[in-house]
């Protein structure tokens, strides 16, 4: 719960500054003192406490809150959107008025802001208004935040004027996470689409949440992507729009790194340019997963799936970085059977005393099969392993450089 000390936030008063100031001049505190901390800053000391805990990873995913001295709340920060995914968002869903259902932190309000497109922005919650009108200022962004929840607003104002809804619901039930349970957001995506399907929407919703079931319950147009940022997948968009599907939803993955953007939605590759003599070991990345393209992967040729999720192949083309990691294999085939069986053999055919473990179905931990194999982490060599039946199959690799 926001405290509602952030309502006495005050850009002229000193005490208020003085939080601001921790990190728009990147005051360290480590480790944080309390009782330090309660003298300089009073009342403010529990506010203060939090930004010099967010400071170092705040700096990394939102580094104009943090030079504008913006003032941060925990869970707020948490949930909301990183800097460089933002700003792609507000170019490539591109608003002239916008209405964000869910402004929580304010980032990518903030972003759509920043391309003079009109934000209107609402949050339940009070308290974190009151800290979000102090951030605008500091940002210099005008934003018209209301107290309000998503179901009053949309009931007691016309939508007319918006050319786009965006919703990024609420993805806990209390202290849980329910980050793949669409069903228990709040506010509820379904029935809000469904009372107003005239309008385009934008949901933003948590990597683990199955593109195929979100299809099967929105009978719209439906864009689906998925969006990479540093090798790590931080979020699923839908896009909703006003139209009854005609053919299968766009899938798209969205590489972002800075202000580079990369687009993939086509798992097509040209055997010639791409195929080798080599037989190579490929594992396909979070985006993949996430909009099911491994699905598509296996054709028995040139591309084979090692296991029932289809999250390990052996192929002999040569996957872009951008799909995943491809492996050179260094083993025969001959680590497969029981851990004792594939640990005796790491040891006296391949002389093998550190890799770095990738275990996929096999109904055990990672920390289990590397204590049962005793092998230290590795940045070099990796093993990729998997368990069908009774038995594990694993593969001694290489990670290729381009």
């Known amino acids: 719960m926001v405290s509602n000390i952030y309502c006495k936030l005050n850009k002229f008063d000193a005490k208020t500054e003085g939080i601001s100031e921790?990190?728009?001049?990147?005051?360290?505190?480590?480790?944080?003192h309390t009782a330090k901390l309660q003298k300089k800053h009073g009342d403010f000391y529990a506010m203060a406490a939090t930004q010099h805990e967010l400071q170092s990873k705040a700096l990394k995913k939102i580094p104009?809150?943090?030079?504008?001295?913006?003032?941060?709340?925990?869970?707020?920060?948490?949930?909301?959107?990183?800097?460089?995914?933002?700003?792609?968002k507000a170019r490539f869903f591109h608003s002239k008025n916008l209405l964000s259902l869910t402004g929580g932190l304010g980032v990518d309000d903030w972003a759509w802001a920043?391309?003079?497109?009109?934000?209107?922005s609402i949050d339940t919650n009070e308290n974190l208004n009151c800290l979000f009108g102090y951030n605008?200022?500091?940002?210099?962004?005008d934003i018209n935040r209301l107290t309000i929840s998503a179901e009053e607003y949309l009931e007691s104002h016309s939508l007319d004027d918006f050319d786009l809804i965006y919703i990024d619901p609420d993805r806990r039930d209390g202290q849980t996470r329910i980050s793949n349970r669409v069903d228990l957001f709040s506010p509820n995506i379904f029935e809000l689409i469904d009372k107003y399907p005239s309008k385009k929407w934008l949901i933003k919703l948590s990597p683990m949440v199955d593109s195929e079931f979100l299809a099967g319950q929105i009978n719209r147009k439906l864009s689906f992507y998925s969006v990479v940022n540093r090798s790590e997948v931080k979020e699923l968009l839908v896009l909703v729009e006003n139209e009854i599907p005609t053919t299968a939803p766009l899938k798209e993955m969205v590489h972002i790194e800075g202000k580079e953007y990369r687009y993939f939605s086509d798992f097509k590759i040209n055997a010639e340019t791409n195929q080798s003599d080599s037989i190579y070991f490929f594992e396909p990345n979070a985006g993949v997963f996430n909009l099911k393209l491994n699905r598509i992967l296996h054709n028995g040729k040139t591309v084979v799936a090692l296991n029932e999720q289809q999250t390990f192949f052996r192929t002999s083309i040569l996957f872009p970085n951008e799909f995943g990691r491809t492996f050179r294999i260094i083993s025969a085939n001959d680590l497969t059977g029981g851990l004792n069986k594939i640990a005796k053999t790491l040891k006296e055919k391949y002389s093998i005393k550190e890799a770095s473990i990738t275990a996929r179905e096999c109904k055990i931990s990672t920390e289990e099969i590397r204590k049962s194999l005793n092998l230290k982490e590795s940045d070099r060599t990796y093993l990729m392993i998997t368990k069908i039946g009774k038995y594990f199959n694993a593969w001694l690799c290489e990670k290729i450089i381009y």
Do not use: M
């Open 114 to 120: 920043k391309t003079n497109c009109l934000v209107t």
């Open 22 to 32: 921790i990190n728009s001049k990147l005051i360290v505190e480590n480790p944080i």
């Open 64 to 88: 104009s809150f943090i030079h504008a001295g913006c003032i941060l709340d925990k869970r707020a920060y948490e949930q909301c959107t990183s800097e460089d995914v933002a700003v792609w």
């Open 136 to 141: 605008t200022n500091k940002l210099g962004v």
